[in-house]
């Protein structure tokens, strides 16, 4: 009966009598359990739980860090350069160089291996629109890869007695020739 009146009383009344190796609950001793009465674990399990939340934030922060670094490491991004090349050829239509592996491209306002495989009537048809896009192009290559705002008209100045000329500025070499039946030529070149 005395048995009957310890189960019937409330878990936190027989915390107090329990001894070590004596389950509250359950009245068993073949484990040890430690009782943490409701009181005393109200105040303790949200500062823990605060802890815990705090530190898988901070874990799951690194990680994503770490994971984004890597991301920018392994994966191959393509350089100012290569896509400065890749917008010239859209603008001018024909470009020699400018893939990932090269570390040179040219613009030619008459590319000849093209023009080449035409007609005569081909010829005059396309050559103002080619020569207006590769002028573009050399426009927006100058701006995009640094050089002085004058440049472009210095080029465009340049006649067959003066050579090929050449500008350079901290990471990129420019340099031009022109030639009456063959048009203004021009190389850009990463130092």
């Known amino acids: 009966m005395e048995n009957s009146r310890e189960q019937d009383r409330e878990p936190e009344e027989r915390a107090s009598e329990v001894t070590p190796g004596e389950d509250a609950v359950h009245g068993e001793t ?24 705090k530190k898988r934030l901070a874990i799951g922060g690194l990680v994503a860090v770490a994971t984004v670094i890597v ?36 613009i030619d306002t008459y590319p000849e291996f093209y023009f080449d495989s035409l007609d005569p009537a081909g010829k005059v048809l396309l050559r103002p629109r080619m020569e207006s896009g590769a002028l573009e192009a050399i426009q927006y290559a100058n701006k995009e890869l640094g050089f ?15 050579g090929r000329q050449r500008e350079e500025n901290d990471k990129y070499r420019v340099s031009w020739t022109y030639q009456p039946d063959e048009g203004l030529e021009v190389t850009y070149e990463i130092k």
């Open 148 to 162: 002085n705002g004058s440049l472009y008209y210095r080029m465009l100045e340049t006649n067959a007695f003066m």
């Open 30 to 53: 073949d484990r040890a359990v430690d009782v943490l009465l409701p009181e005393d674990n109200a105040e303790a399990a949200p500062a823990e739980e605060s802890k815990w939340i």
């Open 71 to 106: 991301m920018a490491l392994v994966i191959p991004h393509e350089s100012k350069f290569t896509k400065v090349a890749s917008k010239c050829t859209s603008l001018a239509g024909v470009l020699t160089g400018g893939t990932e592996k090269d570390d040179y491209f040219t």
